[in-house]
């Protein structure tokens, strides 16, 4: 599976975008990019996925370059309960093991 | 959506006792189901894959001798860990999903404590 990079922690005023990148430079033309998030001691909650549409839900939206060398997932209007560790994550779906890297630690700040 | 039990939430046992750590898909099949250790302020780090009727995969430097893990049905897998030791104390989660265009889900995890 491809490796990811992402920033070890960001801040994020309540009600704004959180927008946290992620790079992943070595992704092959059938792996998807997942995101995760951990908020503390709790396990890991499953956000979305994408092959290289950008996508959608009532969670966030995510976004993935033409080159899929990296993305953007974007809470649209964050709030305390948001925050969390973010892992970014890429997988072939056949694949199905998921490791976690450092992930990106967003802060909310009111 | 899918949701995974795991059971119990918390543990605390005596060093050299054996502790058991339910995992449970109750609204889906899991032929494939995934133990993970996490120690504080750290990532998750995978520790094997547990197969429904065969052996469980573990992964490198994990004790399969240790950490004994039985998946006898398509909805409960089971992480068993014996003798357990000070430095076995910490948080172990579990995850399956339903098909494979799905997103993994994860149990809530259990924080075992040995003393």
């Known amino acids: 599976d491809a490796k990811t990079t992402q920033p070890p922690s960001m801040d994020c005023a309540e009600g704004r975008a959180a927008n946290l990148p992620c790079n992943h430079s070595?992704?092959?033309?059938?792996?998807?990019v997942y995101w995760y998030r951990q908020i503390h001691s709790q396990g890991p909650q499953y956000i979305i996925h994408?092959?290289?549409n950008n996508e959608t839900n009532e969670m966030a939206s995510l976004i993935i370059t033409e080159d899929r060398k990296s993305s953007t997932l974007i809470l649209p209007h964050a709030t305390l309960r948001d925050t969390a560790v973010y892992y970014c994550?890429?997988?072939?779906?056949?694949?199905?093991?998921?490791?976690f890297g450092a992930g990106t630690r967003l802060f909310v700040k009111a | 959506g899918a949701v995974v039990s795991q059971h119990p939430s918390r543990v605390i046992c005596k060093s050299g006792t054996s502790v058991k750590i339910e995992c449970r898909s109750l609204d889906f099949q899991a032929t494939t189901m995934f133990w993970y250790r996490q120690f504080p302020k750290q990532s998750l780090m995978l520790m094997a894959t547990s197969n429904e009727g065969s052996k469980a995969t573990y992964e490198q430097g994990v004790e399969k001798d240790k950490f004994l893990i039985n998946h006898a049905s398509l909805t409960l897998s089971t992480l068993t860990v014996t003798s357990a030791h000070p430095e076995d104390s910490s948080f172990y989660i579990c995850?399956?999903?339903?098909?494979?265009?799905?997103?993994?889900?994860f149990g809530s995890g259990t924080r075992l404590t040995v003393v």
């Open positions: 994550i890429v997988t072939n779906t056949g694949g199905f093991k998921t490791i």
């Open positions: 070595t992704i092959s033309g059938n792996e998807y």
């Open positions: 994408g092959l290289k």
């Open positions: 995850s399956a999903r339903p098909t494979s265009n799905d997103g993994y889900t």
